[in-house]
């Protein structure tokens, strides 16, 4: 058992894999035969828009930070998206972008240049989106959302009717990062400036630039986002994704990202978006209504982070 906790200790991401193990086996315990590649396609598939928003989460809180706007943003990005399909697909999908576009270079000045603590300042952008799409939403009454052909393919499509088409976005966007996290110098300087920002100072790292261009690419990940939710549900509203900010933040934190910056990274973040998945799956399963579920969802995130922490420390 020694040598076991010692190996999963060297390998942070095993013990994660395990840990989605031990929830496909309660699924499959509750309802045996449910387990399937068809099942599996479809935790792929929901977990694929998580995930990515997670993506941008994660590398915000390597600098010790957190973007409480995303949540927002994919609402706005969708729901700009659905109410200007009329105008064809380029057009609209460039306004939902836009959106993302926007509120990252707020949340960016706020942060970097002006010096406002991340919570404050994209909870401030967040609260604002949301009222300008209310705003927005009013005046837009008369009209019909459409979400089109495309994006409708992108959020629910499938391959041979197995593979997830969200997927390969979702494949994409992980290399990506996965690479510019441990093969850039931008990489490089995210660990650097969430593990002590003063020396970075000190060794000449312009830090602004650093953080401007992370809360910049988290708010264009959030838009993303949105494109996928609102093809995966063929219908936006105004509170489409307001149940992924707090799981965007906890698959962070289960993948073992340090809140306070300087640890982490997004491989575990992959699989912390897949456990939350399976998680909402079981619950489904086993009928728990919506109080009981909160309550289960939050003290098992919390559970498997503390017990995440405890075998991380060495």
Not at 124 to 152: D, E, F, K
Not at 217 to 243: F, R, W, Y
Not at 256 to 266: E, K, Q, V
Request: glycine residues 12%; contains cysteine.
């Amino acid at each position: 058992m020694t040598r076991v906790l010692e190996f999963l200790r060297a390998h942070t991401i095993f013990a994660l894999i395990l840990l989605l193990a031990v929830f496909m086996l309660g699924v499959e315990g509750v309802r045996p035969g449910t387990v399937t590649p068809l099942w599996a396609s479809n935790v792929l598939l929901f977990a694929a828009p998580l995930a990515i928003m997670a993506a941008g989460q994660t590398m915000v809180m390597l600098t010790g930070g957190i973007d409480l706007s995303v949540a927002s943003v994919a609402t706005g990005s969708a729901y700009l998206l659905a109410t200007n399909a009329s105008s064809g697909n380029l057009i609209a999908i460039s306004l939902a972008l836009l959106l993302g576009v926007i509120v990252g270079i707020v949340n960016g000045v706020g942060v970097a240049l002006l010096g406002v603590q991340p919570l404050v300042m994209t909870l401030g952008t967040g609260l604002m989106t949301s009222g300008v799409m209310i705003v927005y939403g009013q005046r837009m009454m008369a009209s019909t959302p459409h979400v089109p052909a495309i994006i409708q393919t992108l959020g629910a499509g499938k391959v041979f009717g197995l593979v997830p088409i969200d997927l390969f976005l979702w494949i994409a966007i992980s290399a990506l990062i996965l690479f510019g996290l441990h093969r850039t110098g931008f990489g490089r300087l995210l660990y650097a400036v969430g593990d002590n920002r003063e020396a970075c100072h000190l060794a000449g790292v312009r830090v602004w630039r650093v953080l401007f261009a992370d809360y910049f690419l988290c708010a264009i990940l959030a838009a993303i986002t949105g494109l996928v939710l609102v093809g995966g549900t063929n219908a936006a509203d105004l509170s489409l994704a307001d149940g992924f900010l707090l799981p965007s933040v906890a698959a962070v934190v289960i993948g073992g990202t340090s809140i306070f910056g300087g640890r982490g990274g997004y491989a575990g973040t992959i699989v912390g978006a897949l456990i939350l998945t399976v998680l909402t799956s079981l619950m489904t399963l086993l009928d728990v209504s919506e109080p009981i579920r909160q309550i289960l969802y939050g003290a098992i995130i919390l559970g498997l982070a503390t017990a995440y922490a405890r075998l991380t420390e060495s």
